[in-house]
């Protein structure tokens, strides 16, 4: 079975300062891809990152980027130039495709607050 | 394209009652899944279908719990005999299923809580 760990249970951060979100997991899959999931207040899960654990290249979204570690099974978020808008939980989440279900397990979550 | 509607919002039910949950995914998604998500913690795996079929379901649903998809396109989430245990936010989403390792699209989440 997987496991995700996310050992950061509140992180706070001054606005356009960068903040570092750490993850790690744990699996015998060779294939799977690893995810930044965003819970705001709405409760809506948002997609932030993806990253798929056969390449090499850390993934980069605007303001996103992940440190992908695969021989350490680490995954860390970092957002640069932080905005208010990015205050929310962060959960990491693992997925090992098999048969058609994937199925994601995330870790517990990380509440980021971004002070004005 | 509207996205994952899940209904209602926000269910209150006693102990005991049965309570119905209903989840209409991203259109022409083959793929459903449901999610329990309870305070401080990450959702987690409830079941999945593939079209109809369900294809998956975790230990955590226990005979209480019954989902259905008919025709593929919306499913329903039945919890029978509510306990308090129950209360939590029960999330579904959904995905294409063209190739492996895709974005899963959620809703906003059903909060259930039982009295």
């Known amino acids: 079975a997987q496991t995700v760990t996310q050992s950061q249970p509140e992180m706070s951060v001054q606005e356009a300062e960068t903040v570092t979100l750490s993850c790690t997991y744990d699996?015998?899959?060779?294939?799977?891809?690893l995810f930044w999931y965003k819970q705001p207040p709405s409760r809506q899960m948002i997609l932030v990152i993806r990253?798929?654990?056969?390449?090499?290249q850390n993934a980069t979204e605007n303001r996103f980027s992940v440190n992908f570690q695969k021989a350490a099974k680490s995954f860390s978020l970092k957002i640069s130039d932080s905005q208010l808008g990015d205050t929310a939980m962060y959960f990491c989440?693992?997925?090992?495709?098999?048969?058609?279900?994937?199925?994601?397990?995330f870790g517990t979550g990380t509440r980021l607050t971004i002070i004005p | 394209d509207t996205g994952v509607s899940q209904n209602p919002r926000h269910k209150i039910t006693k102990r005991g009652q049965n309570v119905t949950f209903r989840c209409d995914p991203i259109s022409e998604h083959n793929r459903l899944y449901w999610y329990r998500q309870t305070l401080g913690q990450g959702p987690e795996f409830l079941t999945y279908?593939?079209?109809?079929?369900?294809?998956?379901k975790s230990r955590l649903l226990s005979d209480r719990f019954s989902a259905e998809r008919p025709k593929g396109s919306f499913s329903t989430l039945e919890i029978q005999r509510t306990e308090q245990g129950d209360s939590a936010m029960y999330l579904c989403?959904?995905?294409?299923?063209?190739?492996?390792?895709?974005?899963?699209?959620f809703g906003s989440g059903t909060q259930l809580s039982v009295l």
């Open positions: 989440a693992f997925m090992a495709p098999r048969g058609g279900n994937e199925k994601l397990t």
């Open positions: 279908f593939q079209n109809e079929a369900q294809l998956e």
């Open positions: 990253q798929e654990a056969y390449k090499q």
């Open positions: 699996t015998s899959e060779n294939n799977y891809y």
């Open positions: 989403a959904s995905s294409a299923g063209h190739r492996g390792g895709e974005k899963l699209f």
